[in-house]
């Protein structure tokens, strides 16, 4: 794998070995004089696809938001039935330190459409009140329930096909995302 372009001192854009560009993420990957090998011990994931626009948003998220917003875009990625915008890590990160911020500064704005988000998409609702859970234990902040209502990106970015109904029983999270 060879970076080519410096996002920050821990990513990078790179080439992989069959020419494709994606973004890296790693300790050192970033630093140092373009273009260089990387060592993929370095590498800790990487992204295929992601729209150049939200390139200055990776150097301004927090690391350990956007890993958690990756597990949780790879979650959601196995639990629903159509096709996610490779962007959704990302879109993810933008949506979770912006509801981290409003935690930590005890700001909670009224969701007056979470009961309706519920009702029209169970599956991202469970999964959005998993990822209400792990964002408490993860980051120590307690995030008001009624954020689920509010996590409409797994839908947003999806493709049109139909949701397949998974019981909440039936998936499969992470200790990070358990209950």
């Given at each position: 794998?060879?970076?080519?372009q410096r996002?920050?001192?821990?990513a990078?854009?790179?080439e992989d070995?069959?020419g494709?560009?994606?973004i890296a993420?790693?300790?050192?990957?970033g630093?140092?004089?373009m273009?260089?090998?990387v060592?993929l011990?370095?590498?800790?994931r990487t992204?295929?696809a992601?729209?150049?626009k939200?390139?200055?948003?990776?150097?301004?998220?927090d690391p350990?938001?956007l890993?958690?917003?990756?597990?949780?875009a790879?979650i959601v990625?196995?639990?629903?039935?159509?096709e996610?915008s490779p962007n959704?890590?990302?879109t993810?990160?933008d949506h979770?330190?912006f509801?981290?911020?409003r935690?930590r500064?005890h700001l909670?704005?009224?969701m007056?459409?979470?009961?309706d988000v519920?009702?029209?998409?169970?599956?991202?609702?469970?999964?959005?009140?998993m990822?209400?859970?792990g964002?408490?234990?993860?980051?120590g902040?307690r995030v008001d329930?009624?954020?689920?209502?509010?996590?409409?990106?797994?839908?947003?970015c999806?493709?049109?096909?139909?949701m397949r109904?998974?019981?909440?029983?039936?998936?499969r999270?992470?200790a990070?995302?358990?209950a």
């Amino acid at each position: 794998m060879r970076a080519i372009q410096r996002i920050n001192h821990n990513a990078a854009i790179c080439e992989d070995g069959a020419g494709h560009q994606l973004i890296a993420l790693g300790c050192g990957i970033g630093f140092g004089d373009m273009p260089h090998e990387v060592n993929l011990e370095d590498v800790k994931r990487t992204f295929y696809a992601i729209d150049r626009k939200y390139l200055a948003f990776i150097d301004e998220v927090d690391p350990d938001v956007l890993e958690f917003s990756a597990q949780l875009a790879d979650i959601v990625t196995q639990q629903v039935s159509y096709e996610l915008s490779p962007n959704l890590p990302i879109t993810l990160a933008d949506h979770i330190q912006f509801a981290l911020k409003r935690a930590r500064d005890h700001l909670v704005v009224p969701m007056p459409l979470a009961e309706d988000v519920e009702q029209a998409h169970p599956v991202e609702y469970r999964l959005a009140q998993m990822a209400v859970r792990g964002m408490q234990k993860t980051f120590g902040v307690r995030v008001d329930r009624h954020e689920a209502g509010a996590w409409r990106s797994a839908r947003s970015c999806a493709s049109k096909s139909a949701m397949r109904r998974v019981p909440t029983s039936a998936m499969r999270f992470p200790a990070f995302l358990a209950a």
